[in-house]
């Protein structure tokens, strides 16, 4: 047969005769015709699949009639109703009370949104005490006897600078308690009456005062906590400001002996005089 040649035998059937008959093949054709064999398997499976996607890739129209037919039947169901009647409310039974009806909140008004929140201000922590927002002044809050307390602590505050720079004698560098009504009286021309305040003597009346004015433990003299020299004299107002918020959270608290124990008509002699008329200029 041949090198590296072999032969095979392949049955064919013509049409017509019927008759077999042999050939010989190479190696080579044999290789190529399985090649063929394979191109055309290929091919025929690429055709295939596009003739199957076709129909999925043609685009379909659906008349506007049977739109709602072709619809899945899940959708259909999941589709709501183009209109739902509302539920009619229930009919009381008779004799029954009547629901209450339910309150509306009113919307905060442009004065209460504009307040200044006096309880969380810093007391000292502000520049112009007449007006610390929203054109609110500090005092806003004050009673009679606030008024007078703050009068107290700077009637006191320029009686201790003012004895102190007028002595000018080291050994004499403060009023003694026991004699701060008489130099009161002497400087402010009025009488300084303790019952005013509802106290019995000078020192708990400068107990009511003690963020302002303390007595030194040496000399027992009165002395100001407060400087002589000032910008402006806001800082009375701060100190009366916080006194009221410390009394005001005792009584919440229920100490009773936080309350100071002025009345309105004993408040109005304090701007007043010894003999009933207006206190005339401090020296």
Known sequence: TGQGDYITETTYRFVGNGAGNLRIMSPKSILYGRIACGVLLVTGLI??????????????????????????????QAAPLPEEAA?????AAPGAPPAPEEEEEEPASEEEEGKVDMDALDVFGIEDVTNVGEKTPLFC??????WGMMSLRFEIHLLTHAFRRDANDPDRSGIPVEH?????????RKT???????????????????????VTRATKVIESRVPDELENFGVFAMLTEEARRDR???IDMGEESAKL??????????????????PAASP
Do not use: C, W
Not at 192 to 213: A, C, P
């Open 141 to 146: 809050n004050f009673g009679f006897e606030d």
């Open 47 to 76: 055709v295939a699949g596009v003739l199957l996607a076709m129909p999925m890739l043609t685009p379909t129209t659906t008349p506007p009639g049977k739109q709602q037919s072709a619809m899945p039947m899940q959708q259909q």
């Open 248 to 250: 005001v959270r005792r």
């Open 261 to 278: 124990k002025m009345s309105p008509a004993s408040a109005s002699g304090l701007s007043m005089g010894a003999s009933g008329s207006p």
């Open 87 to 91: 539920p009619l409310p229930e009919e």
């Open 192 to 214: 300084l009456n303790h019952k005013y305040y509802g106290v019995e003597t000078s020192d708990e009346l400068l107990k009511l005062i003690r963020d302002t004015i303390f």
């Open 180 to 188: 701060m009504a008489f130099y009161y009286s002497r400087y402010f």
